[in-house]
């Protein structure tokens, strides 16, 4: 029994992996590859993606900021698809600014202080799809992080920053190539 029991789980542990690693499905003339990471591309249509530089509109910056969304954004691509980032005429394009990055008061003491505070990015970004207008779309995209109001902004900023443009760019990632 225990035997019987053993090669099921060895069986159904394989089948798990072999799905979660790659799929993909054939259609005729249609051939779209579906990845663990969420993009679905035809690359048989989809071949370039141009990423523009979003430069910081925001009234209050942080200089570091707008290289590390720059580069994030186009690390995703790179990491999780095959396109090939082009300056120009790409099949796919992504533009956009950063529009907001501000703190405000989230949560108040007992004492009548400050004791938590909200720090977050919204991004504005223009994606046009060459292949398929109808996927075309300008939209905003905001992550927020809440910090001890005991600790200093310089002290957590470079950490919070970092993990909102990641979330951010999975974001921007989802609603440009996941189409869920």
Not at 25 to 50: C, H, M, V
Request: include cysteine; hydrophobic fraction near 35%; proline fraction near 2%.
């Amino acid at each position: 029994m225990d035997s019987t029991i053993n090669k099921i789980c060895h069986a159904l542990c394989l089948a798990i992996i072999v799905m979660l690693t790659s799929c993909k499905l054939n259609l005729g003339l249609f051939s779209t590859e579906y990845k663990f990471n969420g993009a679905s591309i035809d690359y048989s249509k989809t071949k370039t993606i141009q990423i523009a530089d979003f430069p910081i509109r925001s009234s209050y910056v942080w200089g570091p900021m707008g290289p590390m969304f720059n580069n994030e954004l186009k690390d995703i691509f790179a990491n999780h698809t095959r396109l090939e980032q082009v300056k120009r005429n790409g099949d796919l394009k992504i533009e956009g600014e950063i529009t907001q990055y501000n703190q405000r008061n989230k949560s108040v003491s007992s004492e009548g202080y400050s004791a938590h505070t909200e720090l977050s990015i919204t991004v504005n970004v223009r994606f046009t799809n060459n292949v398929n207008h109808s996927e075309d779309f300008e939209r905003t995209f905001t992550a927020s992080k809440t910090y001890e109001t005991t600790q200093s902004l310089n002290a957590v900023q470079e950490e919070l920053v970092s993990q909102m443009i990641k979330d951010i760019t999975e974001q921007i990632f989802n609603a440009t190539v996941a189409n869920w």
